[in-house]
């Protein structure tokens, strides 16, 4: 039987790390009619979202739109450049790279899985999973690939699972390091337009991406940047591919069109969130996001509670996963949390599954919503009986207050 709702006013405060809430101006704009897809102003909206894409990316190479969820840009990085059987060095960093390795596999591709081994002593939970990418394991495993049969380095830039950025610059030149010629290929599904991310600079062949996280749109829609080498690869690579070829979208794209029927409508919803972006600037963006990351943490330290991320340089903008203190179940915090206060928390995914919960600070959010979910938390610990330091809510007050500007 579904709780009887006692908070049926105000508004849900959705604090997952995505699909984040959508601006209202972004919601009208996906309201307006449907238009012909074939027609003059739409080739005129399919040219303005490209390039917008282009600058948020940081490229100045082709980058493609599909009509489906991130899961869909994933197997559309894989299948435009590999071939049967390829061998691909995939890193584990959380849930979502598990999630792409084991898409890999069904494919029929090789993956190999790096990963830092054991588990953390003070939570118990995996140390690949508390960390970013090892660049220099990765550099050490393609020294030693001398017949060079990886295709590719698949790496998750913001693992949305955990918490923990990579530096994927760092990615690369081990790959240069290693004079390797395979294709390095980086989801930022959650990291797009809310953390920095360069694909042009940090020489990254594959970009994969997903609306419903920085870009403040719901889901629907994904990305994938491409390299001119990625394009030459695509070539020759012989995994099936139709709906997700590169070739006839960039093709087509090149007037604003596509060869099958795009969402219009999210369409409008793009071009709208670019405008917000490009009008605040990047730097901007970017530093907003820091930000709350900061206020956010500031909170869970004076509580006491364990920051998933055990490593500062690479704590995530988008989001923070907190480890709950062992025997409580962190499931049944968020669902407490959620019937009493309205209030939606991202859940541990897999391997940390009860053990951790997650804090989204993107989409369509200010200091004071976030001051109310870490309201809603810090109530919710305290009916958990959670013994917790001090309060977080003073300390987030007090720092969003410091760093407050008119
Ligand atoms: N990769 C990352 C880092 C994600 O956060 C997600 C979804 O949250 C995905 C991949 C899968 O994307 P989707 O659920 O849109 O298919």
Redesign the pocket.
Known sequence: MIALNNHASGRHFLQI??PSPVPDRILRAISLPTIDHRGPEFGALGVKVITGLQKIFQTQHPVVIYP?????A?EAALVNITSPGDAVLMYETGH?AS??QKMAVRLGLAPEFLALPGTDSTTGLPRSWRHGVQADMIEKRLKEDTLHTIKAVCV?H????TGVTSDIAAVRRAIDAAKHPALLMV?????LASADYRHDEWGVDVT?S?S??GLMLP?GI?FNAVSPKALEASKSAKLPKAFWAWDEIIEMNRTGYWPYTPNTNLLYGLSEALDMLLEQGLPTVFARHQRWAQGVRAAVRAWGLEIQCADESVYSPVLTGIVTPQGIDADALRKSIHGRFDLSLGAGLGKVKSRMFRIGHLGDCNDLTLMAAISGIEMGLKLANVPLKNSGVVSAMDYFAATSKI
Request: charged share 10%.
């Open positions: 790390p995505g489906a969820s991130g899961t869909g994933w979502f999630l792409w998750v913001n693992e949305t699972s989801d930022t599904i959650s990291g994969v997903g419903q996280k889901p994904s």
